[in-house]
């Protein structure tokens, strides 16, 4: 059974990327004021008193700005469903973190599993582009300024001419259970007490998904696993992965964590894992996360039905 529909993996933009190479696709929407613009700060957006994510028809300052072009919203006239579809241009920009006004703007992270479908994929992709261009201002071969192109989708030495990506990082996250139902959960050494969760760890160049598996939970508690099943991801623009979702199970059951990174590795059982989080003697992962889900996926339930606990 997979995840389900995971906070942020809930896009309902059409991406429509051939319109990327359109010449001149930026200041031509911008132009329009039929577009729809939202304003990413740092990594920040205004969400609404209802709750939806602050749009509006673009202002004459976004063409000083960095803007990117996210895709297209499809409405279907409800009493007509013959009469066509009609298509919104959604646009980011990026504002200035100096200017003043951006307070009480929310982070994906806080506002993330509340936004609707539309709202959730406009923002995780907003967040992962801005990531991308602020950390790919200068070509990794030779060191000259880039400038964005294709609607902000790429970014182009303006000495060399290469194209550079946006990156997006795979990393594993996997729930390990042994031959009695029973989930482990480690604590980070950099985690304060009682913060446990699923482990988790990058895909190395050259690895495939289930070997990264094998190998980070080898490596954090010195447990060997099998039968590596996939289960669903999600982007995770902090800044750059997708978090990719496996359950595996665990052939040894003696725990050895790696005293660098783990500080304390358990198995918990259905019941345990209640207990500890009614007494509060434990923490879960955030409500965004997929480390969450994979929790509940094993538990049988949602979390929140039990206690208010996660960090
Ligand atoms: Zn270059």
Not at 38 to 49: F, R, T
Request: hydrophobic share 40%; proline share 7%; with cysteine.
């Amino acid at each position: 059974m997979p995840l389900g529909d995971l906070p942020l993996s809930r896009g309902s933009l059409d991406r429509a990327a051939h319109r990327r190479a359109e010449p001149d696709l930026v200041p031509k929407l911008l132009a329009d004021p039929a577009t729809r613009v939202v304003v990413i700060v740092a990594e920040s957006m205004e969400v609404l008193p209802d709750g939806a994510l602050a749009v509006r028809p673009p202002a004459p300052d976004d063409r000083h700005r960095l803007a990117f072009f996210l895709g297209e919203e499809v409405t279907t006239e409800a009493a007509d469903p013959d009469s066509g579809t009609e298509r919104t241009a959604y646009l980011a920009v990026v504002g200035d973190p100096t200017e003043s006004g951006h307070d009480d703007w929310q982070t994906l992270r806080n506002a993330g599993v509340d936004l609707s479908d539309r709202d959730a994929g406009i923002f995780t992709t907003a967040q992962a582009l801005a990531n991308g261009h602020a950390v790919h201002q200068f070509c990794p071969r030779c060191g000259a300024p880039t400038e964005p192109e294709q609607a902000g989708w790429i970014r182009r030495c303006t000495r060399d001419r290469s194209e550079h990506y946006p990156r997006t990082d795979p990393a594993v996250i996997m729930a390990v259970v042994d031959d009695d139902d029973r989930l482990l959960l480690g604590r980070n050494a950099q985690w304060p007490e009682g913060r446990f969760s699923v482990l988790a760890g990058f895909v190395e160049p050259g690895e495939s998904f289930e070997a990264a598996v094998a190998r980070e939970v080898e490596e954090e508690v010195g447990i060997a696993v099998t039968d590596v099943t996939y289960l669903g991801n999600q982007p995770w623009p902090f800044p750059s992965s997708d978090m990719v979702g496996f359950r595996a199970r665990a052939t040894t059951t003696s725990l050895h964590p790696d005293t660098v990174e783990m500080a304390e590795a358990r198995w918990f059982t259905r019941d345990e894992y209640r207990n500890a989080l009614t007494t509060k003697e434990i923490r879960t992962p955030s409500g965004i996360s997929i480390a969450q889900r994979l929790i509940e996926h094993w538990l049988g339930q949602r979390i929140a039905e039990i206690a208010d606990v996660s960090w």
